[in-house]
């Protein structure tokens, strides 16, 4: 069966540091997304990227956050300068049909440990 | 923005028991989902149900969009139910929308 697959499954950072965690999406998905989750809490949507461009994004995702889609394959969230408050488990999420978003399909989980 | 409810938020249970898990929603939704989250953090898909009623093995879903409500049962409970049980709607209307997620209910199964 397809799946969201990503990595790393685990990072351990110092504050300050440039993160990049990458994601790939199912082959013929379209449409792909970024949520995090502070332990304990709930999921929380950062963006929304389709056609090689943000088609929405939260307050949470600042100019310290950016997607990419590289290559034919990879989704990236890169954070620029990490601080403590985004020790989390990065969520990334792909979807066949936008219009109407589609059934979402989540990866495993990167969690980020900032130090 | 749309505000999502889960009830309970938490829920123990023995072994065996049936439960339902009950979603609210403040606004008109487009498509709804339900996950389990396990004790590993990974996020299962369960239900992708905008509207009517799905049935997976022990597991079963009920959208009523005009009401604004969805539940999920759990049948016979296993000690493998237990994690945080997640709904989340769609918002917005744009082409690449996101899902909102409530804030979950914590299931707790003991032998």
């Known amino acids: 069966e397809p799946e969201v697959t990503q990595t790393p499954s685990h990072q351990v950072t110092q504050m300050g540091q440039e993160v990049i965690l990458r994601c790939v999406p199912i082959s013929n998905h379209l449409y792909f997304y970024w949520y995090r989750q502070i332990l304990g809490q709930k999921v929380e949507f950062l963006v929304s990227?389709?056609?090689?461009?943000?088609?929405?994004k939260s307050e949470i995702f600042d100019d310290q956050f950016s997607v990419e889609r590289p290559d034919g394959s990879n989704f990236t969230l890169k954070i620029r300068s990490t601080k403590l408050e985004d020790s989390a488990m990065y969520f990334c999420?792909?979807?066949?049909?936008?219009?109407?978003?589609?059934?979402?399909?989540f990866g495993e989980g990167s969690r980020l440990t900032v130090l | 923005g749309i505000q999502v409810e889960q009830s309970p938020p938490d829920l123990i249970l023995q072994e065996g028991a049936n439960s339902t898990l009950r979603c609210n929603f403040s606004d008109s939704v487009n498509n709804l989902q339900w996950f389990h989250q396990n004790p590993w953090g990974q996020l299962i898909n369960l239900f992708y149900i905008p509207s009517g009623t799905k049935q997976n093995g022990r597991l079963s879903a009920t959208t009523v969009a005009t009401e604004r409500y969805s539940l999920l049962y759990i049948s016979s409970s296993q000690t493998t139910d237990s994690g945080v049980y997640f709904c989340?709607?769609?918002?917005?209307?744009?082409?690449?929308?996101?899902?909102?997620f409530g804030s979950g209910t914590r299931l707790s199964i003991r032998p």
């Open positions: 989340a709607v769609e918002e917005g209307y744009s082409s690449a929308s996101k899902i909102i």
């Open positions: 990227f389709y056609n090689n461009e943000i088609s929405e």
């Open positions: 999420a792909s979807s066949e049909s936008g219009w109407y978003t589609g059934e979402l399909f």
